[in-house]
């Protein structure tokens, strides 16, 4: 960021002073494909670091146009006056790099918002040229750009590229010595302009155009102060938040916002020149899926519908037929029966009992992961596959949002959430990307209470198959219950603000039978031996607690809770137990003990709202206490224990009180 | 070969996940979307054994169709 001063007018042959050692940047919205394009530009080999001071990755390579010029992949920015941590980094990145040429890569689909942040480039005075991304499936939406009048109007090579296909990357590298800064000048009202003016006479010379620092500080860029500060002196700083205060008390609208409306009128004269549209090549019923299934009135039955389509696909065909199939016949009459044979021969009770016991690794542990989950599981997966294939999860993400915003829950804050029916660890994990304290928290605690995991969700339809739909109603809507209940009042407890909501939504399109063979399989072999090692581990445990006693002291101890309060049998404990190492080896517990006929439906219901709403497994357990700390894990724990043992409780007493039985 | 998100519709290289957050062990085949972290299990391996046999199986139909041709 040291003040070298750059030419106003020239394209990249006249002021890069020959190739070796050029920077190219790569700036765009977020997720119109700048990654693949950067790929495409250095091969595989990218370093990936944390910018400076920050927790967003920058990744950069090599060109593998062998002409010595590095490229960079900035993080995804709709404007240069930044709002999130990723689009102060791309600001940064433009401070920094003065000498690069700059590629945005817009989506063609969406070619205004680009051409907001081409106007930002166009005050920084940085050469560019323009890589129109994404041009099949504009072309799909009948939208087409007109690239000739379009480059004519920003006076900046304009580019067609489908990137996912390496098409036009050839031609962007080509055209990358014709870079120069776009004409897309926007006129402000007089008072604007006079307070720019105004401004620019007080910064010095910048790396970028003097305009777009001063439109930054307009707008309430008051990260800039310090950099300012250096450059241009405190009373310098002084003088500008004046000036800018002054044309704010003459506004009545934020200055940022009409700064904005401008930029965007004259974005759609722009697209009115340039941008026709085509006929759409759409589908009329996935189309009209597509728009019920995100609708807060319509888009509750669809869910209510997929929920039951599981239900009978999970839980009656797979945990009804193939279950049976596998643990009755497969490992009842010959995998047990043999292995129990087997070890007979040896001399030694302990090791039999190790392996075929009432804790055994073969007749707990390896029954319990292949022959009641992984079919239950592969099951759910194939489902899961087609509603990935078919769109329907993000639309699933857009109706989760418009129901939590409700309870003061917003944002991105329902990614991570709908993240977790996979797996409730990794969603964790993301929750570092959402803005503000208060979400995370919120997201945290929601996931570690409420959020079935996809394994969990696969054995809570097996059991719940052989009850009846009503209760999977219940349990669903008791579930629900909690989520909401427990986000609103943390919600009101926690302050913060709350950010909105951007996600792309792709067209709903018919699944790919290749596509969810292959998932399905990918996820299967994953859980196969994600879980396995871990279910035998577990057993393990159990194993050597019940040979020195502590299993019988641990359900005794248990037993006024569960027996008394819960009104389960003792037994249920040790799912309790096996639940903390994995959710679903605890629900396979509960599997075992139902069909041992040991629970009945009542029972089924309350044992699998505890073990739901129950402590997060062993391993969402230490990414909490590694991503939120230590007092947040011990919090987080101490307040979803008892709660989920309250509401089990209320919920068999409400069973009693009623005499309800499913 | 470029990776699209399913839930936010990212398309990103398999390269790009950030695995040095995560804490779990590493090589565990998990694609994570940069983006919003959507995990997706990489390729089967029994995928990846269906296409390696296909591929030489392609390959010596290619050679068998050389030496018809050359002979």
Not at chain 1, 615 to 625: D, E, G, K, Q
Request: with cysteine; glycine share 8%; aromatic share 8%.
């Amino acid at each position: 960021m040291e003040g070298v001063s750059r030419p106003r007018c020239h394209t990249m042959k006249g002021r890069a002073g020959g190739k070796t050692g050029r920077k190219i940047l790569l700036v765009g919205n977020p997720n119109v494909g700048k990654s693949v394009i950067f790929h495409h530009l250095t091969g595989k080999y990218a370093q990936v670091s944390n910018y400076p001071g920050t927790t967003v990755m920058v990744t950069s390579g090599n060109a593998s146009f062998g002409d010595g010029s590095v490229v960079i992949d900035s993080p995804g920015a709709n404007s240069l006056s930044p709002r999130s941590e990723d689009e102060r980094v791309t600001r940064d990145l433009l401070l920094k790099e003065d000498q690069a040429v700059v590629i945005q890569v817009a989506d063609t689909k969406n070619l205004s918002r680009a051409l907001l942040l081409t106007a930002q480039l166009s005050d920084a005075g940085t050469p560019m040229v323009l890589a129109l991304n994404m041009t099949d499936e504009a072309e799909l939406k009948g939208i087409n750009i007109d690239i000739q009048k379009l480059s004519h109007v920003l006076r900046v090579p304009v580019v067609a590229t489908t990137a996912t296909r390496g098409l036009g990357i050839q031609e962007l590298q080509n055209t990358l010595e014709e870079a120069r800064p776009a004409k897309l000048r926007v006129r402000f009202s007089s008072d604007i302009e006079h307070a720019l003016l105004q401004i620019e006479e007080l910064i010095p010379e910048l790396p970028l155009g003097r305009r777009a620092v001063a439109l930054m500080l307009l707008c309430g860029d008051t990260e800039l102060e310090n950099w300012l500060q250096q450059r241009a002196g405190p009373q310098a700083v002084q003088a500008i938040y004046s000036i800018a205060a002054d044309l704010q008390s003459r506004n009545a609208r934020p200055i940022d916002y009409l700064i904005n409306r401008v930029r965007s009128r004259e974005v759609q004269r722009v697209m009115g020149h340039v941008a026709y549209r085509g006929v759409a090549r759409s589908n009329y019923l996935a189309d009209t899926f597509g728009r019920w299934s995100t609708h807060p009135l319509a888009g509750i039955p669809i869910l209510a519908f997929i929920l039951l389509l599981l239900y009978y696909v999970v839980g009656v065909v797979g945990a009804g037929i193939v279950v049976d199939l596998v643990e009755s016949v497969l490992f009842g009459e010959y995998i047990i029966p043999a292995v129990g044979w087997l070890f007979a021969l040896l001399p030694i009770p302990l090791l039999q009992d190790l392996m075929v016991g009432e804790y055994g690794l073969v007749s707990v542990g390896l029954t319990y992961a292949v022959a009641i989950i992984l079919p239950v599981v592969g099951f759910f997966f194939i489902c899961f596959s087609l509603l990935e294939d078919i769109g329907y999860l993000p639309r699933l993400a857009v109706m989760a949002n418009v129901v939590l915003r409700r309870i003061g829950l917003s944002g991105k804050a329902v990614l991570p959430l709908i993240l977790g029916l996979g797996c409730d660890t990794m969603a964790t994990l993301t929750t570092r990307t959402l803005e503000s304290k208060k979400e995370r928290l919120i997201a945290t605690l929601l996931l570690a209470l409420a959020v079935p995991c996809s394994a969990q969700m696969a054995v809570i339809l097996a059991l719940l198959g052989g009850i009846s739909g009503t209760a999977v109603a219940l349990f669903f809507a008791i579930i629900l219950i909690q989520l909401l209940l427990v986000g609103f009042l943390a919600s009101r407890i926690l302050p913060g603000d709350r950010p909105d909501f951007v996600l792309e939504i792709p067209p709903i399109r018919v699944p790919q039978l290749s596509n969810v063979v292959t998932k399905t399989l990918a996820r299967m072999e994953w859980y196969f031996k994600e879980a396995v090692p871990l279910f035998l581990a577990g057993t393990f445990i159990l194993f050597v607690l019940d040979k020195l006693g502590a299993l019988v002291f641990v359900e005794s101890a248990f037993t006024p809770v569960v027996e008394g309060w819960l009104g389960l049998p003792a037994a249920t404990a040790a799912a309790f137990i096996m639940g903390f190492l994995r959710r679903d080896f605890g629900a396979a517990g509960l599997f075992m003990l139902a069909e041992q006929g040991l629970l009945d439906a009542n029972q089924i219901l309350v044992s699998l709202v505890v073990i739901t709403l129950f402590i997060p497994c062993i391993a969402n357990l230490f990414v909490i206490i590694k991503e939120r700390g230590l007092r947040v894990g011990i919090a987080i724990v101490g307040f979803v224990f008892p709660y989920a043992i309250v509401v089990g409780g209320l919920l068999n007493l409400l069973f009693r009180a009623l005499k309800v039985g499913l | 070969m470029s990776v699209k998100c399913a839930l936010c519709g990212c398309v990103f290289e398999p390269e790009e996940q950030s695995c040095a957050v995560c804490p779990t062990v590493g090589g565990c085949r998990v694609i994570c979307c940069p983006r919003c972290g959507y995990a997706v299990p990489g390729e089967s391996s029994l995928v990846q054994l269906w296409r390696r046999i296909r591929r030489k199986t392609n390959a010596v139909k290619g050679m068998d169709s050389d030496i018809r041709q050359a002979g």
